[in-house]
Nanobody
Framework: QVQLVESGGGLMQAGGSLRLSCAAS????????MAWYRQAPGKQRELVAT???????NYADSVKGRFTISRDNAKNTVYLQINSLKPEDTAVYYC?????????????????WGQGTLVTVSS
């Protein structure tokens, strides 16, 4: 009943910028924390950034100063702005959200993942 769809990935050059988007759809009541994760080839998925419904943010040390997470609650969308791209940013980027949604007259909660969007940074 709830879906997250990422967009904005692609092949980029080092030093460039990129903005990823992730839109939630379905019978949504509200969304708690939203987050971006990434998984580089041969590595485990890692948390990149989080944002609460009130807009408080946290970042992994490895991306502080270059990544900015933001959200538009009216659009149920979270964004990730990536500046000064580095080859080591190459990864599949996933969004994640804690979503309250309706199933009939019942309100349920689910942690939802997007399908991922690939970002490749060439040197």
């Amino acid at each position: 009943q709830v879906q997250l769809v990422e967009s904005g990935g692609g092949l980029m050059q080092a030093g460039g910028s990129l903005r990823l988007s992730c839109a939630a759809s379905g019978s949504i009541h509200s969304i708690n924390d939203m987050a971006w994760y990434r998984q580089a080839p041969g590595k485990q998925r890692e948390l990149v950034a989080t944002i609460t419904s009130g807009g408080s943010t946290n970042y992994a040390d490895s991306v502080k100063g270059r990544f900015t997470i933001s959200r538009d609650n009216a659009k149920n969308t979270v964004y990730l702005q990536i500046n000064s791209l580095k080859p080591e940013d190459t990864a599949v980027y996933y969004c994640n959200a804690g979503v309250y949604f309706w199933t009939g007259t019942y309100l349920r909660y689910l942690e939802v993942w997007g399908q991922g969007t690939l970002v490749t940074v060439s040197s």
